[in-house]
């Protein structure tokens, strides 16, 4: 008897608990199966090793010589590469043992020099006249191998080859010896493989060479007694009126087609009538209406008795035929024809279909197949046939037949009329509101094949039904929707639960059109929250960033602060500075996404500073991402007027280059202050504006500054008193802004290039205290290329000083180099009189002790 089991909650490792009991372990029986030993034998390996020391030419020719089938095949297949390495010997030493390999080679080698010869033709690793030589005579042979596929792959290639040989090769290569291959003494394989030829060839010859010599062979094979070779010539001569022109077509395969349009074989009869449908366009009005039309209206009338094949092909082909026999149709025959679409689209529906699959016939199974392609080419041509009953009449004529499609039971109808919804949308116009019902239906459609269909064109489709419809308020159009938003909803719900995380993306990005159609207030509500959370839960990374591109777009088109403050506030707290490091991952996506839809100045409110603050997260990858968007960051500010966020930024990047102890993030950094200090920054409009009053040497009116300000709309109030740039080299007013740029810049890049960072500041306090003592900021980011340029209002500079860290001067110049070359000067000094920057900078100290 056995013991009884341990508790639930028990941790026992026993013998017992891990492998069962023991007397059970006993009863079983282990079957030890023979193992099958693939290694090869010591002969076996002789006969396959070559040796190294062999060239490749000389290899490839010893393995076609004495080697095994999948050594010859390999080379083969290699071919191409040795065309291109050494044509010359690859055409004298290996082609001839190629050919002899190929009369006995099996199905595998005989595929792979097909493909071969092929691509080297493509290659164009020979000329025309040197393949023509040596390779036309090889594809040739083969092309009647016993081996379907063979000759078919064969076929291919020398199909390709006929493309770019010269008329004369062609005449006395292939056509001649064409004449003899098409007649009816040769094999079927040897006259389909002429009827083929034949359409390839037509239009490389002038009229006369193809009336005398070509069309008596299409004639011919048109008559042939076997149904596969009429059939297979019936499809060529679509390319055959190509190249004969239009009064050829008419004389000779018009007559051919009538006659195939009646042929016993029902592949004959279809072969004709598309080949028919595909030249419409190359026959006259009198030809259509007296000959074409009644050929199609027979056969119309004799598919529902013949093979479903045959109307699975007339029901792909109905929305050309309706375009080319447009305008012709008398009104009765008009209504026919709409009756027979209406009919095929409903084809099968009619039968029940309450039994189990498992006890239906396999030829009734196949029959059913063969009707859902049936309504599925009926759902591709939807559109035209709006346009065969005009727009116009959509509600009266086709409105209840688009109902079935988009309710069919099988999910390639609905998916065919998902993808065909846009199109139907745009002919409707002003009448789209008739389908809006059926926009709901498929968006709620259980399969999500359906659903990724409908939103290829969701912004599209949508738009049209909040601007056409009989109304022109924007209210009443919206209010004609009411179950759009819980259709939308739901949709994205059952994305969300599935593995198809593409259908989620692609669906959250087309969301972002919601703006233009739906409220924001709607939006705030129904949409805006969902995004916060699947940028919070999410677990697809692709999934999170189309949220949160979208959020950013819903953010920018509400104009409620309320709200607005309040998505900012959740974006900033849960996100930015959020516990998980995955969603402060994030808020630097969604900074990303507001630098590229906001404004510079919007984010330079809200989102710089917690940006970088994350300069400071304890976990290496969120620095490291953060140090790639710092160029991004930098980008946002306006000088004078973000002054302060730029020396915010610059001391950041200064502790991560002082403090970062990671060598990945480290080395990111560097990089970055290089990518930084090469940016061009932009300036406020007003202070260029004074600058160029300055370097005209006239002072600034208020009442032009006040001017300048209110058509720049610059709300930054700068200081009363003109900034004072460095001065520069004596015997001029005012220094040069692209001198001062060089100047910056060239010191910059050579304290770059000389790695000093670590020696010149050694950590972040003795940093700060050099600067504090000498009275200027070394910039690691810099200004770029900007002038130098240092505000000198007494109020300005005590304010800042004031509230200023202590790990940089208050009254930093702007634009820093690796050693100070300017800073505040006293506003006694800034007059006519130049003065050498080091003197600048000792009366600086002086006045400042």
Same mark, same amino acid.
């Given at each position: 008897?056995?013991?009884?089991?341990?508790?639930?909650?028990?941790?026992?490792?026993?013998?017992?608990?891990?492998?069962?009991?023991?007397?059970?372990?006993?009863?079983? *029986?282990?079957?030890?199966?023979?193992?099958?030993?693939?290694?090869?034998?010591?002969?076996?390996?002789?006969?396959?090793?070559?040796?190294?020391?062999?060239?490749?030419?000389?290899?490839?020719?010893?393995?076609?010589?004495?080697?095994?089938?999948?050594?010859?095949?390999?080379?083969?297949?290699?071919?191409?590469?040795?065309?291109?390495?050494?044509?010359?010997?690859?055409?004298?030493?290996?082609?001839?043992?190629?050919?002899?390999?190929?009369?006995?080679?099996?199905?595998?080698?005989?595929?792979?020099?097909?493909?071969?010869?092929?691509?080297?033709?493509?290659?164009?690793?020979?000329?025309?006249?040197?393949?023509?030589?040596?390779?036309?005579?090889?594809?040739?042979?083969?092309?009647?191998?016993?081996?379907?596929?063979?000759?078919?792959?064969?076929?291919?290639?020398?199909?390709?080859? +006929?493309?770019?040989?010269?008329?004369?090769?062609?005449?006395?290569? #292939?056509?001649?010896?064409?004449?003899?291959?098409?007649?009816?003494?040769?094999?079927?394989?040897?006259?389909?493989?002429? &009827?083929?030829?034949?359409?390839?060839?037509?239009?490389?010859?002038?009229?006369?060479?193809?009336?005398?010599?070509?069309?008596?062979?299409?004639?011919?094979?048109?008559?042939?007694?076997?149904?596969?070779?009429?059939?297979?010539?019936?499809?060529?001569?679509?390319?055959?009126?190509?190249?004969?022109?239009?009064?050829?077509?008419?004389?000779?395969?018009?007559?051919?087609?009538?006659?195939?349009?009646?042929?016993?074989?029902?592949?004959?009869?279809?072969?004709?009538?598309?080949?028919?449908?595909?030249?419409?366009?190359?026959?006259?009005?009198?030809?259509?209406?007296?000959?074409?039309?009644?050929?199609?209206?027979?056969? &119309?009338?004799?598919?529902?008795?013949?093979?479903?094949?045959?109307? #699975?092909?007339?029901?792909?082909?109905?929305?050309?035929?309706?375009?080319?026999?447009?305008?012709?149709?008398?009104?009765?025959?008009?209504?026919?024809?709409?009756?027979?679409?209406?009919?095929? &689209?409903?084809?099968?529906?009619?039968?029940?279909?309450?039994?189990?699959?498992?006890?239906?016939?396999?030829? #009734?199974?196949?029959?059913?197949?063969?009707?859902?392609?049936?309504?599925?080419?009926?759902?591709?041509?939807?559109?035209?046939?709006?346009?065969?009953?005009?727009?116009?009449?959509?509600?009266?004529?086709?409105?209840?037949?688009?109902?079935?499609?988009?309710?069919?039971?099988?999910?390639?109808?609905?998916? *065919?009329?998902? +993808?065909?919804?846009?199109?139907?949308?745009?002919?409707?116009?002003?009448?789209?509101?008739?389908?809006?019902?059926?926009?709901? *239906?498929?968006?709620?459609?259980?399969?999500?094949?359906?659903?990724?269909?409908?939103?290829?064109?969701?912004?599209?489709?949508?738009?049209?039904?909040?601007?056409?419809?009989?109304?022109?308020?924007?209210?009443?159009?919206?209010?004609?929707?009411?179950?759009?938003?819980?259709?939308?909803?739901?949709?994205?719900?059952?994305?969300?639960?599935?593995?198809?995380?593409?259908?989620?993306?692609?669906?959250?990005?087309?969301?972002?059109?919601?703006?233009?159609?739906?409220?924001?207030?709607?939006?705030?509500?129904?949409?805006?929250?969902?995004?916060?959370? !699947?940028?919070? *839960?999410?677990?697809?990374?692709?999934?999170?960033?189309?949220?949160?591109?979208?959020? &950013?777009?819903?953010?920018?088109?509400?104009?409620?602060?309320?709200?607005?403050?309040?998505?900012?506030?959740?974006?900033?707290?849960?996100?930015?500075?959020?516990?998980?490091?995955?969603?402060?991952?994030?808020?630097?996506?969604?900074?990303?996404?507001?630098?590229? !839809?906001?404004?510079?100045?919007?984010?330079?409110?809200?989102?710089?500073?917690?940006?970088?603050?994350?300069?400071?997260?304890?976990?290496?990858?969120?620095?490291?991402?953060?140090?790639?968007?710092?160029?991004?960051?930098?980008?946002?500010?306006?000088?004078?007027?973000?002054?302060?966020?730029?020396?915010?930024?610059?001391?950041?990047?200064?502790?991560?280059?002082?403090?970062?102890?990671?060598?990945?993030?480290?080395?990111?950094?560097?990089?970055?202050?290089?990518?930084?200090?090469?940016?061009?920054?932009?300036?406020?409009?007003?202070?260029?504006?004074?600058?160029?009053?300055?370097?005209?040497?006239?002072?600034?009116?208020?009442?032009?500054?006040?001017?300048?300000?209110?058509?720049?709309?610059?709300?930054?109030?700068?200081?009363?008193? #003109?900034?004072?740039?460095?001065?520069?080299?004596?015997?001029?007013?005012?220094?040069?802004?692209?001198?001062?740029?060089?100047?910056?810049?060239?010191?910059?890049?050579?304290?770059?290039?000389?790695?000093?960072?670590?020696?010149?500041?050694?950590?972040?306090?003795?940093?700060?205290?050099?600067?504090?003592?000498?009275?200027?900021?070394?910039?690691?980011?810099?200004?770029?290329?900007?002038?130098?340029?240092?505000?000198?209002?007494?109020?300005?500079?005590?304010?800042?000083?004031?509230?200023?860290?202590?790990?940089?001067?208050?009254?930093?110049?702007?634009?820093?180099?690796?050693?100070?070359?300017?800073?505040?000067?006293?506003?006694?000094?800034?007059?006519?009189?130049?003065?050498?920057?080091?003197?600048?900078?000792?009366?600086?100290?002086?006045?400042?002790?």
């Amino acid at each position: 008897m056995h013991p009884p089991p341990p508790a639930a909650d028990a941790m026992d490792f026993s013998q017992n608990s891990l492998f069962g009991y023991m007397e059970d372990l006993q009863e079983l *029986t282990i079957i030890e199966r023979p193992v099958r030993r693939s290694l090869k034998t010591p002969e076996e390996i002789e006969r396959l090793t070559v040796d190294e020391d062999l060239s490749d030419i000389e290899r490839a020719v010893y393995l076609l010589s004495a080697g095994q089938d999948i050594q010859g095949t390999s080379v083969i297949a290699n071919l191409p590469f040795l065309a291109r390495q050494n044509p010359a010997e690859t055409l004298r030493r290996v082609l001839p043992k190629v050919r002899e390999v190929l009369h006995v080679a099996g199905v595998e080698m005989q595929l792979t020099a097909a493909v071969s010869f092929r691509t080297i033709l493509q290659e164009e690793s020979v000329s025309i006249h040197t393949y023509a030589h040596s390779f036309l005579q090889v594809i040739l042979l083969h092309l009647e191998h016993r081996d379907a596929g063979v000759s078919n792959a064969w076929l291919e290639t020398l199909l390709s080859v +006929i493309e770019v040989l010269p008329k004369e090769t062609l005449k006395h290569e #292939i056509l001649n010896p064409l004449v003899s291959k098409a007649q009816l003494s040769q094999t079927v394989q040897s006259r389909l493989v002429s &009827c083929k030829i034949l359409g390839k060839m037509t239009n490389k010859f002038d009229a006369h060479t193809i009336k005398r010599e070509i069309l008596p062979l299409v004639k011919s094979l048109c008559q042939d007694v076997e149904y596969e070779v009429r059939s297979c010539m019936c499809r060529q001569l679509e390319n055959i009126a190509q190249g004969i022109g239009t009064e050829l077509t008419k004389s000779v395969v018009l007559p051919e087609l009538i006659e195939l349009s009646r042929d016993e074989g029902s592949s004959v009869r279809l072969a004709a009538f598309e080949t028919l449908v595909n030249l419409l366009d190359v026959f006259d009005t009198d030809d259509r209406s007296q000959t074409i039309l009644p050929l199609v209206k027979s056969f &119309c009338e004799k598919s529902f008795k013949a093979d479903e094949s045959i109307l #699975i092909s007339l029901s792909f082909h109905l929305g050309k035929l309706c375009h080319g026999l447009y305008g012709i149709f008398t009104p009765d025959q008009h209504l026919r024809f709409l009756e027979f679409y209406k009919k095929l &689209c409903t084809l099968g529906l009619q039968q029940e279909n309450g039994h189990n699959e498992n006890q239906i016939p396999p030829q #009734i199974l196949e029959q059913e197949k063969k009707y859902i392609s049936v309504r599925k080419n009926c759902a591709y041509n939807f559109p035209a046939m709006i346009v065969f009953v005009d727009p116009k009449n959509f509600h009266m004529e086709l409105y209840s037949t688009f109902f079935c499609l988009c309710h069919d039971p099988e999910v390639p109808v609905r998916y *065919t009329i998902a +993808i065909c919804f846009y199109e139907v949308s745009k002919l409707l116009n002003s009448g789209v509101y008739l389908i809006h019902k059926e926009l709901i *239906t498929l968006l709620q459609d259980e399969s999500l094949e359906v659903l990724d269909a409908l939103i290829d064109h969701l912004p599209e489709i949508l738009e049209l039904m909040s601007t056409g419809g009989e109304s022109s308020v924007q209210e009443n159009k919206l209010s004609s929707l009411p179950d759009l938003i819980p259709a939308l909803t739901a949709a994205e719900q059952r994305a969300a639960a599935s593995l198809k995380w593409r259908t989620h993306e692609k669906l959250l990005q087309k969301y972002a059109c919601l703006p233009h159609v739906i409220s924001s207030d709607q939006i705030y509500y129904r949409f805006l929250q969902r995004m916060f959370t !699947i940028v919070m *839960t999410n677990n697809v990374l692709p999934v999170q960033k189309a949220a949160s591109r979208t959020l &950013c777009i819903f953010l920018r088109y509400n104009r409620k602060q309320e709200q607005r403050h309040e998505v900012i506030q959740k974006l900033i707290e849960q996100l930015g500075q959020g516990k998980s490091y995955w969603n402060r991952l994030r808020f630097l996506d969604t900074c990303e996404f507001i630098i590229e !839809i906001f404004s510079k100045s919007f984010f330079c409110k809200y989102f710089f500073l917690p940006a970088i603050e994350l300069t400071h997260d304890p976990v290496a990858n969120v620095r490291m991402k953060l140090c790639y968007l710092l160029p991004k960051v930098k980008s946002t500010l306006k000088i004078p007027a973000d002054k302060h966020l730029l020396q915010q930024l610059e001391m950041c990047v200064r502790k991560l280059l002082c403090q970062e102890k990671d060598k990945d993030v480290l080395a990111i950094v560097k990089r970055t202050v290089l990518e930084l200090d090469r940016m061009e920054m932009s300036m406020d409009a007003e202070q260029l504006e004074k600058e160029k009053q300055q370097s005209d040497g006239r002072p600034m009116s208020e009442k032009s500054f006040e001017k300048k300000r209110r058509d720049t709309k610059t709300p930054t109030t700068l200081p009363k008193s #003109i900034p004072i740039s460095v001065p520069g080299p004596s015997g001029t007013s005012t220094p040069s802004t692209s001198k001062e740029i060089k100047k910056s810049k060239l010191i910059r890049s050579q304290s770059f290039n000389n790695q000093a960072f670590h020696a010149k500041y050694g950590n972040l306090d003795k940093c700060a205290s050099k600067s504090s003592t000498v009275g200027y900021t070394p910039s690691v980011s810099g200004l770029g290329k900007t002038s130098v340029v240092s505000l000198t209002d007494d109020s300005f500079r005590t304010r800042n000083a004031c509230s200023a860290p202590t790990t940089f001067s208050p009254n930093a110049s702007l634009p820093g180099t690796s050693r100070g070359t300017g800073n505040s000067v006293d506003p006694k000094s800034s007059g006519s009189k130049e003065t050498p920057p080091r003197k600048a900078t000792l009366k600086s100290r002086k006045s400042n002790p």
